[in-house]
């Protein structure tokens, strides 16, 4: 017996089949990058910006006519670990596609290419680079972009959370990466970012290297009367059964939250046996094993959190989403000290990317641990 897959795909590749809606925002990008253009996605951790982006890698006109890149520099903390991912990522890629490419990569990467290792079976070369390796990482990137300048056929280059390269401590890294950039005549760039104040900043103030330099796309929630008929449909495909209020609820509790939504239903259908109903309480379920889940890892993060800073965490959380939250009815109902406070504890929130400002509305940026949280101070907003 044939095993049923589950239509809800949380990691890895998701085949078009279980790719919901994104039609519009994955014309747009398939064409500012086939137009010679750079495009910039902002949108909400989670919501689908790396789904997207590979999604459209897999597309024909993409992927039978370009190289395509896709680095996560969230956890980078410095230029040395950018251009360590950017080296790792263009080599393993090319690798098993062009032979000529990846033997090239090592003749023009003369700063670490000695660092190289080679596979005793396949007689190839191995990236087992050391991150210390890299001691002149201005230098190794310069080598990585002439590379690129070099390739047989046109590159497409990712970087989720571009944000994160204005926080390291070397200065003008912005500059950096925009020359080196705007020199490439056979590479796009995909920036792509959760922070939307930073983000914005980055690409729309006229002080900023990456003024004017990409065309923009915003990546909201996909809208329920796409999504739901989606999950539904599934379901039905399937030969087992979902009331289509219970769907909504899970949609407008996560408030679109592509990730979070697939993945209550992704417990949740794996819970549900053929030719039968998943209730309420199957999808509850789902979503306190998902909390259940991560416990550790919150009760880690909360550690790290100064008590000024856990008070206003707390506030926020309780709200879901929190306005005017330096006013003093705001600080009164939820005992906070003092506007001053509120506004040091938020910019240091902000910072750490733990909360999400989304036109003047604060929100926890991952809704587990906002749950999680009130869970744990009995704030029961997290019932369906």
């Known amino acids: 017996m044939a095993k049923i897959i589950n239509p809800f795909i949380v990691t890895g590749k998701i085949e078009p089949e279980y790719f919901c809606d994104r039609v519009t925002e994955s014309a747009r990008l398939v064409k500012s990058i086939t137009n010679g253009n750079n495009l910039v996605i902002i949108s909400p951790r989670r919501m689908g910006k790396t789904g997207l982006i590979r999604f459209c890698y897999d597309k024909p006109e993409i992927s039978k006519e370009y190289y395509t890149f896709f680095i996560d520099i969230l956890h980078t903390s410095s230029l040395r670990e950018f251009t360590y991912l950017l080296g790792r990522e263009i080599y393993e890629t090319l690798l098993p596609r062009s032979r000529k490419m990846a033997n090239l990569f090592i003749q023009t990467i003369k700063s670490i290419s000695g660092k190289f290792g080679f596979d005793p079976i396949s007689g190839t070369?191995?990236?087992?680079?050391?991150?210390?390796?890299?001691?002149?990482?201005?230098?190794?990137?310069?080598?990585i972009f002439r590379y690129l300048a070099n390739a047989d056929k046109p590159c497409i280059v990712a970087i989720d959370e571009f944000q994160q390269i204005a926080k390291y401590p070397e200065k003008n890294i912005e500059a950096l990466l925009r020359t080196h950039i705007q020199k490439l005549r056979n590479s796009n760039f995909i920036f792509a970012g959760s922070e939307r104040h930073m983000m914005q900043e980055m690409f729309t103030s006229a002080a900023r290297p990456f003024y004017h330099s990409a065309d923009m796309l915003e990546l909201k929630a996909i809208v329920p009367e796409i999504y739901i008929p989606f999950i539904v449909g599934h379901f039905e495909k399937r030969n087992r059964h979902i009331a289509t209020?219970?769907?909504e609820k899970v949609y407008h509790l996560f408030k679109g939250h592509t990730y979070y939504i697939q993945k209550t239903?992704?417990?949740?259908?794996?819970?549900?046996?053929?030719?039968?109903?998943?209730?309420?309480?199957?999808?509850?379920?789902?979503?306190?094993?998902?909390?259940?889940?991560?416990?550790?890892?919150?009760?880690?993060?909360?550690s790290n959190i100064p008590e000024k800073q856990k008070e206003l965490l707390y506030a926020i959380a309780k709200d879901g989403e929190a306005e005017r939250i330096t006013s003093s009815e705001f600080i009164k109902r939820h005992s906070l000290t003092s506007a001053s406070s509120v506004q040091s504890a938020s910019k240091k929130l902000l910072d750490k990317d733990i909360i999400t400002e989304i036109n003047k509305a604060f929100s926890v940026t991952d809704k587990l641990f906002a749950m999680w949280i009130n869970q744990l101070y009995g704030n029961n907003k997290n019932t369906l």
């Open 125 to 143: 070369p191995t990236f087992n680079v050391e991150l210390g390796d890299i001691d002149r990482p201005e230098y190794t990137l310069e080598e």
């Open 245 to 247: 209020e219970n769907i």
């Open 265 to 302: 239903f992704n417990e949740a259908f794996a819970d549900t046996p053929e030719e039968e109903e998943c209730t309420l309480e199957t999808i509850q379920a789902a979503i306190d094993n998902m909390i259940a889940a991560n416990d550790t890892i919150f009760r880690e993060i909360l």
